[in-house]
């Protein structure tokens, strides 16, 4: 919801509308992601680990909301939460010839002083926003509303950042990568804007990826040279007049592999069906069927049309010279001329509700000869035909948290537990755009309960309206949301981010930027119409919006087993088509066209070209490594347990705890079942509480609660730091973690302790449910992201710890939960029996103190305030306080390892692999071993495997193959010494594969360059180093903290590390070259289609193949 889209930018699991085509490579191990940038604040995951909700506290019989434990969050972070007069005045007090301040504001929630100006000359907004934030951040957004599906503004968006009038080198983008300390880099596009964000700490950094971005996206090279237009987006190829024509395009791939997933196409065909009118209706981020039809003149003419500074809105946030800021843009905007016509004209039209009688369409989605045949199902609303107050935006927002906020939430918890299918679909509201939708369904339903879905969806929202909701719903989801909004923890995104795309939600739409970010006074205008009405209040907006709503269209995807070749037959049948349309001189100047591109994405940038990019120095950067608080108190006032301390400056009020149990006792034939397990703790209810109470009580005195299992690699006492090692040693935890305001930590250890000991294990029927949610999950996850399986597989061949992944979260762990769910469903006392030994297990009367540990993050006041809390926590553990004393598993071999070796090679043998799903593109990897046990990583290898990520591999397997991401990982911390490279939505198999193979002697020659150019290799460092120095939320510190202890890093070793990188030379890039030439036992993973690995086999690629969807 609008007013609460600041927070929205953290990771969620659910499947959500595809609202945002990301050109994301920003700072990623394992490569570029087309992500989904929501604007909304309300799902259930839109923090990461909230799997409890979080509400009011006060008695099941008050008629008043309670004082929330929400609003016991400190407001020492923040401002006054009402802004004065003078407050006002002070508001950033910049004038500037250039430009005339329109409005002053203070967001007083969140400390930021706002002034918004207009560029006199051209009409373009800027919003300033000023406080003491040194994660600066600076975007620029246009509204950019297709009326095709040719992918325009999508391609458009990658074009502009390849080259500009400033900035000649082909890829400054690249070059910002490779060279930056930049906390984010990236541009997203929605269906009806484009956002181009950048993010540093460093002012000089900051100002030097300002200047290449708005270069590029007002003076791009793309609009004058042919070659980007059909790089980024599309264009044929062929080399040689027998070979067949084909198409390629880093867009055009990317897109391919969009629509090989089942669910994007769901969601993209529901967007369309309840938008029938207007922009909505088509694919901003490209049709692949579509995109051809794109000409470089229409591609010019959209540019021309909408990148015009009169439709900007250009955005900074931090603690950077408020001055300096628009006397930069001024150096821009000044160029221009006013454009009256260009706000009208990206005007997006409200779609008005046509639709008077609920719809049903059904579309094919593409599955493998193995998959079983079953459908998919979404019912879908269009809310509001015009603009919701702040007030009703909240309204809206609880709404859809009461309805599907949580698992037990009541028409998810009905969905889920109808047997109808296997997951859910949509998830609720999306109010990223002009207008909000709901959108609620299943997958894996059998063909014969289609309609019995669209039924129970309907049915339980009638049954709500007609029994409303309980004090305690409200107070859970009312508070969940407050604690969100009021603690403002926006993970690993930077706070400016999260705060532009929240403005952009009016702010796009020509109303006031800081209206939806306010969220005081409607929240106690809401709270004070629960006060008045009850559950009416969400009664009334249920029944206008949803149940009397016929603006709906349920839509379908039933599976085909022939539509995946029947596409690739429709592209084969046009583009032979095309071919003979084509004379022998059309032939020829495709084929001309094919070497002159590849010969110019093959070229190196001119000396004078690469001379334009602004770059660090290695002086700008800070040598030290920033080290935060830890104190260690082992066996606690003789309690057994260590507890871990992080006294930062500041936590608002708010205490992160983390609380680890081992889980080395568990049976290695039962460890598959440990992330069921860690759901089952949250999920199934304990002690006497229902699933429903439990997470009511979570959510009463709690920011949230979940648990998860901690599997961490460590190194023996004699071996090195840094050392390869046999990867015998683990820790391994169970971890439940939470958050609570001070007041409220005594609730919180007392839920852990009641989780940890009394969850309800016995639930047969939840237990399946988890399971085939789970399996759901996989089978979309390896369609979307196979590199990452790939990679996975990869690790398992030559270590225990990837092994071990690959079992518990891998391709291999699909098999095992499709075991689980047979053995669940026909024999469910040997299932519970096993749960049963996993709890008896890690708590082991003898042992399970000495393998406890309490991690707590907070500030002075938190840490005083708690501590009768943690004494009592302490005392109530299960266990001997003085039992027998935990292996010592950093010198000891951990039980799972001696299994895990024995399985490795049958489970994961060291051969090279195929897995077959229904795709229109492949994810390929290849790695091995780069270092032999006892040979010690120098820190330098994170310079040169940086330096390939966006350097050769970008150039070769993106620029020139076409995919959308190439690049490898390698861990000089990880001690196993494996190296990996892997490809995203790749068109190509076998030719990446030789891609994959020439890199080291691509390496050997970079290296040789480098020896005589020491601002290259100065660039590599800048890069590596800005890599190590993220900005952290409170709670990201303590845990960073925690990690370095536990694997018994010293700060010299730290320090030693980051010197390394400093100091690399050109020769370590010869060195790691000649072990990349020399990769011992090197192997494939690929996951792609049947037709994929035909062809490549015929090259000469072969794989053993195994069919997986």
């Known amino acids: 919801m609008a007013i609460l889209a600041c927070i929205a930018i953290a990771t969620r699991r659910g499947g959500r509308h595809m609202t945002a085509a990301a050109f994301c490579v920003a700072k990623s191990s394992t490569g570029p992601t087309t992500s989904t940038t929501s604007t909304r604040a309300f799902s259930r995951n839109s923090l990461p680990f909230l799997a409890g909700s979080t509400c009011f506290g006060g008695s099941s019989n008050s008629k008043v909301l309670a004082t929330s434990a929400a609003s016991l969050i400190s407001s020492s972070a923040l401002m006054s939460t009402t802004a004065t007069q003078e407050d006002v005045e002070k508001v950033a007090a910049v004038e500037h010839p250039s430009y005339e301040i329109i409005s002053k504001d203070v967001v007083t929630e969140y400390g930021a002083y706002c002034t918004m100006y207009r560029h006199k000359k051209t009409g373009a907004e800027i919003l300033s926003v000023h406080n003491d934030d040194d994660n600066k951040v600076f975007g620029i957004t246009f509204r950019t509303p297709p009326t095709d599906s040719t992918g325009v503004p999508h391609i458009l968006e990658h074009s502009v950042l390849c080259g500009s009038r400033k900035y000649r080198t082909k890829e400054p983008f690249v070059q910002l990568l490779q060279g930056s300390l930049q906390t984010f880099l990236n541009a997203f596009t929605y269906p009806d804007r484009t956002c181009y964000v950048l993010a540093s700490q460093n002012e000089k950094d900051f100002k030097n990826l300002i200047n290449v971005y708005t270069d590029a996206v007002f003076h791009p090279r793309a609009t004058s040279d042919p070659a980007v237009h059909a790089q980024e987006g599309w264009h044929l190829e062929l080399e040689d007049k027998e070979q067949p024509l084909t198409y390629k395009g880093v867009v055009y791939n990317e897109m391919k592999g969009v629509y090989s997933s089942?669910?994007?196409?769901?969601?993209?065909?529901?967007?369309?069906?309840?938008?029938?009118?207007?922009?909505?209706?088509?694919?901003?981020?490209?049709?692949?069927?579509?995109?051809?039809?794109?000409?470089?003149?229409?591609?010019?003419?959209?540019?021309a049309k909408f990148y015009h500074p009169a439709n900007s809105r250009i955005f900074f946030w931090g603690d950077d010279d408020v001055k300096q800021r628009l006397d930069l843009m001024d150096e821009y905007l000044c160029e221009f001329d006013a454009s009256p016509e260009s706000k009208p004209a990206s005007v997006v039209e409200w779609q008005k509700k046509t639709i008077t009688e609920p719809k049903w369409e059904t579309h094919p989605y593409p599955v493998g000869d193995d998959q079983p045949e079953t459908n998919m199902v979404m019912v879908n609303w269009l809310l509001n035909e015009r603009p919701f107050t702040p007030t009703e935006d909240l309204?809206?927002?609880?709404?859809?948290?009461?309805?599907?906020?949580?698992?037990?939430?009541?028409?998810?918890?009905?969905?889920?537990?109808?047997?109808?299918?296997?997951?859910?679909?949509?998830?609720?509201?999306?109010?990223?755009?002009?207008?909000?939708?709901?959108?609620?369904?299943?997958?894996?339903?059998?063909?014969?309960?289609?309609?019995?879905?669209?039924?129970?969806?309907?049915?339980?929202?009638?049954?709500?309206?007609?029994?409303?909701?309980?004090?305690?719903?409200?107070?859970?989801?009312?508070?969940?949301?407050?604690?969100?909004?009021?603690?403002?923890?926006?993970?690993s995104y930077p706070k400016g981010l999260s705060f532009m795309l929240g403005a952009m939600a009016?702010?796009?739409?020509?109303?006031?930027?800081?209206?939806?970010?306010?969220?005081?006074?409607?929240?106690?205008?809401?709270?004070?119409?629960?006060?008045?009405?009850?559950?009416?209040?969400?009664?009334?907006?249920?029944?206008?919006?949803?149940?009397?709503?016929?603006?709906?269209?349920?839509?379908?995807?039933?599976?085909?087993?022939?539509?995946?070749?029947?596409?690739?037959?429709?592209?084969?049948?046009?583009?032979?088509?095309?071919?003979?349309?084509?004379?022998?001189?059309?032939?020829?100047?495709?084929?001309?066209?094919?070497?002159?591109?590849?010969?110019?994405?093959?070229?190196?940038?001119?000396?004078?070209?690469?001379?334009?990019?602004?770059?660090?120095?290695?002086?700008?950067?800070?040598?030290?490594?920033?080290?935060?608080?830890?104190?260690?108190?082992?066996?606690?006032?003789?309690?057994?347990?260590?507890?871990?301390?992080?006294?930062?400056?500041?936590?608002?009020?708010?205490?992160?705890?983390?609380?680890?149990?081992?889980?080395?006792?568990?049976?290695?034939?039962?460890?598959?079942?440990?992330?069921?397990?860690?759901?089952?703790?949250?999920?199934?209810?304990?002690?006497?509480?229902?699933?429903?109470?439990?997470?009511?009580?979570?959510?009463?005195?709690?920011?949230?609660?979940?648990?998860?299992?901690?599997?961490?690699?460590?190194?023996?006492?004699?071996?090195?730091?840094?050392?390869?090692y046999e990867g015998n040693n683990m820790i391994t935890k169970l971890s439940i973690r939470g958050k609570a305001t001070s007041e409220k930590t005594g609730e919180l250890f007392s839920i852990f302790k009641l989780i940890l000991t009394e969850a309800n294990i016995d639930s047969n029927k939840k237990v399946i449910e988890m399971l085939k949610e789970t399996k759901s999950r996989i089978e979309s996850s390896i369609q979307g992201s196979g590199h990452s399986y790939a990679n996975n597989r990869i690790k398992a061949r030559y270590s225990v710890g990837g092994f071990l992944d690959e079992k518990m979260g891998g391709i291999t762990y699909l098999k095992t939960v499709n075991e689980l769910i047979k053995q669940a469903e026909t024999d469910w006392d040997l299932v519970l029996k096993r749960l049963e030994n996993i709890r008896s297990a890690i708590l082991n009367n003898a042992t399970c103190r000495s393998g406890m540990i309490l991690d707590i993050t907070g500030d002075k006041a938190v840490m005083d305030a708690i501590k009768p809390s943690v004494d009592e926590f302490l005392k109530s553990l299960p266990g001997d306080a003085v039992g027998e004393k935990l292996q010592d598993y950093y010198n000891t071999e951990h039980p799972w390892a001696t299994k895990a070796k024995e399985e490795m090679a049958t489970i994961a043998p060291l051969k090279d692999e195929g897995f077959v799903v229904p795709t229109q593109v492949s994810y390929v990897g290849k790695g091995g071993l780069l270092f032999e046990e006892g040979e010690k990583v120098h820190g330098s290898t994170a310079v040169v495997s940086r330096f390939l990520r966006t350097g050769y591999l970008w150039d070769h397997v993106r620029v020139i193959g076409g995919a959308y991401g190439g690049f490898c990982t390698f861990n000089p911390m990880g001690g196993d010494g494996i190296f990996t490279f892997l490809s995203y939505r790749d068109p190509n198999l076998d030719k990446t594969i030789d891609v994959y193979d020439a890199t080291a002697d691509a390496l050997l020659?970079?290296?040789?360059?480098?020896?005589?150019?020491?601002?290259?290799?100065?660039?590599?460092?800048?890069?590596?180093?800005?890599?190590?120095?993220?900005?952290?939320?409170?709670?990201?510190?303590?845990?960073?903290?925690?990690?370095?202890?536990?694997?018994?890093?010293?700060?010299?070793?730290?320090?030693?590390?980051?010197?390394?990188?400093?100091?690399?030379?050109?020769?370590?890039?010869?060195?790691?070259?000649?072990?990349?030439?020399?990769?011992?036992?090197?192997?494939?993973?690929?996951?792609?289609?049947?037709?994929?690995?035909?062809?490549?086999?015929?090259?000469?690629?072969?794989?053993?193949?195994?069919?997986?969807?």
């Open 262 to 303: 089942p669910d994007s196409r769901l969601y993209r065909q529901s967007q369309r069906s309840i938008f029938p009118s207007n922009t909505y209706s088509v694919d901003s981020g490209g049709d692949p069927k579509v995109i051809p039809n794109l000409s470089f003149e229409d591609f010019k003419q959209f540019h």
């Open 395 to 491: 309204i809206v927002g609880v709404l859809d948290h009461l309805l599907m906020g949580n698992g037990q939430s009541v028409l998810y918890k009905t969905l889920m537990e109808s047997g109808l299918g296997s997951a859910i679909t949509g998830g609720g509201l999306s109010d990223e755009l002009l207008q909000a939708t709901f959108s609620v369904g299943l997958k894996g339903v059998q063909a014969e309960n289609t309609k019995a879905v669209e039924e129970l969806v309907i049915k339980t929202l009638e049954k709500v309206l007609q029994e409303g909701f309980s004090e305690e719903e409200i107070a859970s989801s009312m508070n969940t949301i407050e604690f969100r909004l009021r603690e403002f923890n926006t993970g």
């Open 506 to 724: 009016k702010w796009i739409y020509d109303g006031k930027p800081t209206d939806a970010l306010k969220f005081e006074e409607p929240l106690v205008e809401l709270k004070a119409m629960i006060a008045e009405n009850g559950d009416a209040v969400f009664k009334d907006f249920l029944k206008e919006y949803l149940v009397n709503n016929l603006h709906r269209v349920t839509v379908e995807l039933a599976p085909s087993k022939s539509l995946e070749s029947e596409e690739l037959k429709e592209e084969q049948d046009r583009l032979e088509a095309i071919k003979s349309s084509l004379s022998d001189e059309e032939l020829d100047d495709v084929i001309k066209k094919t070497v002159e591109l590849k010969a110019l994405q093959a070229s190196e940038d001119a000396p004078e070209d690469r001379a334009t990019i602004p770059s660090l120095e290695l002086a700008d950067l800070k040598r030290e490594v920033t080290e935060f608080p830890i104190e260690v108190s082992e066996n606690e006032n003789d309690s057994g347990v260590t507890v871990v301390r992080h006294e930062l400056a500041s936590t608002s009020g708010i205490a992160y705890v983390n609380f680890a149990v081992d889980t080395s006792g568990v049976d290695y034939n039962d460890i598959a079942l440990l992330p069921i397990f860690t759901r089952i703790m949250t999920e199934t209810g304990a002690g006497e509480y229902t699933d429903v109470q439990l997470s009511q009580r979570i959510g009463t005195h709690t920011g949230g609660v979940g648990a998860s299992l901690m599997k961490t690699s460590v190194t023996p006492d004699s071996v090195p730091s840094y050392a390869i």
């Open 1005 to 1109: 020659k970079a290296a040789e360059e480098l020896e005589d150019d020491p601002e290259a290799l100065a660039t590599a460092i800048i890069g590596a180093v800005g890599d190590l120095d993220g900005a952290l939320s409170p709670d990201q510190k303590g845990s960073k903290s925690f990690n370095r202890w536990l694997l018994r890093q010293t700060p010299e070793e730290r320090q030693q590390f980051r010197d390394e990188i400093l100091n690399t030379k050109a020769s370590n890039f010869k060195d790691f070259a000649m072990r990349l030439k020399n990769m011992k036992k090197s192997s494939v993973a690929v996951v792609s289609s049947k037709a994929a690995f035909e062809s490549a086999a015929k090259a000469g690629k072969v794989m053993e193949l195994k069919q997986v969807l």
